[in-house]
């Protein structure tokens, strides 16, 4: 079945830092999602992207959506301690279900 | 409510014993799916309904899985003899079809956290 790469599976950053983590798969998918997901919680969509190439932001996020439409990343600038979470991606090709990475479990020191 | 939401919050039960979760989605949303998601992990699709319909199946483990909807509303997913492994948050999402714009997005419920002794 398909499956995501995600990387890396954690990160340890100092708050006002830079963040990057990318997914990659072994097939196509039509639509790329980043979600995020804090303790206790289930998870929140921050960007959807649906053509390749699609280069999108959400405030300090911007995401984007391969060219080969096999992989995306996600960048988040100037990190401040709230966006300690798990950052999930997630691709569809047609039909509904989503395919989920394995996620980027972010810690930020303040 | 204004989200998705799940019940029980916690379930602690002992192998063997049959379980039911509850998912009530947001008012109005026809399709609805379960997910699980074991300790460290990402999400697994379990189950995708239209409606009172299942399309799509395919993630459901093993014969001991089942989920019904009923009223286009509210789903049980209910896990038969359960067995240790079965031990994770089970996550229901639901989606409203053909909303411009955000055409794809599910919306997650809190889950429910399933431990089995």
């Known amino acids: 079945g398909q499956q995501l790469n995600q990387s890396p599976q954690s990160m340890f950053i100092q708050e006002g830092e830079d963040v990057s983590m990318n997914c990659t798969s072994s097939s196509i998918f039509n639509t790329w999602l980043w979600y995020k997901q804090e303790p206790g919680e289930g998870p929140v969509l921050l960007i959807a992207?649906?053509?390749?190439?699609e280069l999108t932001s959400n405030g300090r996020l911007t995401a984007q959506f391969g060219i080969t439409r096999k992989d995306s990343f996600l960048n988040i600038s100037a990190s401040i301690p709230s966006d300690v979470g798990i950052y999930f991606c997630?691709?569809?090709?047609?039909?509904?279900?989503?395919?989920f990475g394995e996620g980027t479990q972010l810690t930020v020191n303040p | 409510g204004a989200g998705v939401s799940q019940s029980p919050s916690n379930k602690v039960t002992e192998k063997g014993k049959d379980v039911e979760l509850r998912c009530d989605p947001i008012s109005g949303h026809t399709a609805l799916y379960w997910y699980r998601q074991s300790l460290g992990q990402g999400l697994e699709f379990l189950i995708y309904?239209?409606?009172?319909?299942?399309?799509?199946k395919s993630g459901l483990p093993s014969d001991r899985f089942s989920a019904e909807r009923t009223g286009g509303s509210v789903s049980t997913l209910t896990i038969q003899r359960t067995q240790q492994e079965d031990s994770a948050v089970y996550l229901c999402?639901?989606?409203?079809?053909?909303?411009?714009?955000?055409?794809?997005?599910?919306?997650f419920g809190p889950g429910t956290r399933l431990t089995v002794l």
């Open positions: 997630a691709g569809q090709t047609s039909g509904s279900r989503l395919t």
């Open positions: 309904f239209q409606g009172n319909s299942a399309p799509d």
């Open positions: 999402a639901s989606r409203l079809l053909g909303l411009a714009g955000r055409k794809y997005e599910q919306f």
């Open positions: 992207l649906y053509k390749a190439g």
